[in-house]
DNA sequence: CCATTTGGACAGCAGTATTGACGCATTCGC
DNA sequence: GCGAATGCGTCAATACTGCTGTCCAAATGG
């Protein structure tokens, strides 16, 4: 039973035999070892910041991001947030029911289809969200800085990758146009 | 009281009429939005293999974060797993003490200081970690190859930056070489 | 008119993380 | 050698986020 530095995986000592060269079909263990390390340091800090202001309100990290997800697409339904969110209706309802009621987001019946509730942030509401976005935009200008424009750009493919179909579309549809007259 | 488009965020409406060039000392609005929900959506896709196969077995992402820091450091002490995982004692416990009793991890006392607990992966406890690292390869692997070297590159180097001083310090000993003969 | 869609609301459970306090064994420093 | 510091475990209470399941109301659309 092995209790120290070079355990018995016979697959890491064989990629650790290899050349340094970068080979992209069979990922080395120890790349994505590095990668697993990156992710989880760098999303923890990331979110760090934002994490410190919303403690103070007796909020969390879910009630950000209905900020957030709000403020890029005024007027976006219940449904829409859910999926882009992926979680339940009961879970969001726990975050954006306080944001309602302490004046963060209004909600208003749709247009077309009332039974929709579109949602919208207040004045108090996109004050947070800045003061958020502020916070973090501290954090990733300071990356995006040191790490140089390519690098950013390779950022951006490899964290698109990293996303699967769902989250892709979804992404498109924020970057994407604003839907006629907001009828989604 | 908005509840269209274009909100009345001064700010918004000016970050939009810049030119598409870029300007890393004035992040623009909407680079960093994107930022944001490029981490959002690709660490949830990241993480959301792995799991589906923790939820199997009734563990969560504390419990794969253990054993992925201790497959990559064995021998290491839970001190510096704490510093590592940047959580408190209780919480490394409640995760740490199942997988100890499941047969996971092992400990055994420090031979230079015996009031530490030096733990290490079991076979079982590698062959679960080994399979959970498998899934996220796949996912890691389709990203990094459609992005290709030169991004992942940018990736690593703008994940770097996002990380406080703290989490870079542990990942360079997470890099790093084996300390001596496992003595911290 | 009725099935479907959209959304709200209630109850209960689990996983992760927190703070504070206490106890024990071991090691370090003077 | 002896007191202080360190490494670790544990008890209790609390918070945030997510889940499942159930039920209900309003509006839509054939």
Redesign the interface.
């Known amino acids: 039973?092995?209790?120290?530095?070079s355990?018995n995986?016979a697959e890491m000592a064989e990629a650790r035999a290899l050349p340094a060269g970068?080979n992209?079909?069979f990922?080395r263990e120890e790349?994505?070892?590095?990668?697993?390390?990156?992710?989880?340091?760098?999303?923890?800090?990331?979110t760090?910041g934002a994490d410190e202001i919303l403690a103070t309100l007796d909020m969390g990290r879910a009630h950000h991001?209905v900020l957030?997800f709000v403020?890029?697409r005024?007027?976006i339904t219940v449904g829409e947030l859910l999926g882009i969110l992926?979680i339940t209706k009961q879970s969001l309802g726990r975050v954006l029911q306080p944001l309602m009621s302490d004046g963060y987001v209004?909600q208003?019946p749709g247009e077309s289809d009332r039974r929709q509730r579109?949602l919208?942030?207040?004045e108090k509401g996109?004050a947070l969200e800045?003061r958020l976005?502020e916070r973090?935009?501290e954090?990733?200008?300071?990356?995006?800085?040191?790490?140089?424009?390519?690098?950013?750009?390779?950022?951006?493919?490899?964290?698109?990758?990293?996303?699967?179909e769902d989250?892709?579309a979804?992404?498109a549809r924020?970057?994407g146009p604003?839907p006629e007259g907001?009828r989604r």
């Open positions: 039973m092995p209790t120290r530095g355990t995986i970068r992209l079909l990922l790349e994505l070892r590095l990668a697993q390390d990156l992710l989880f340091f760098g999303y923890r800090d990331f760090a991001r957030h403020g890029r005024p007027g992926g209004v208003a579109r919208t942030l207040t996109m800045r976005f973090q935009r954090t990733v200008m300071r990356a995006y800085r040191e790490a140089g424009p390519a690098a950013v750009e390779g950022f951006r493919r490899v964290m698109r990758g990293l996303m699967g989250a892709q979804s992404l924020l970057e604003e907001n």
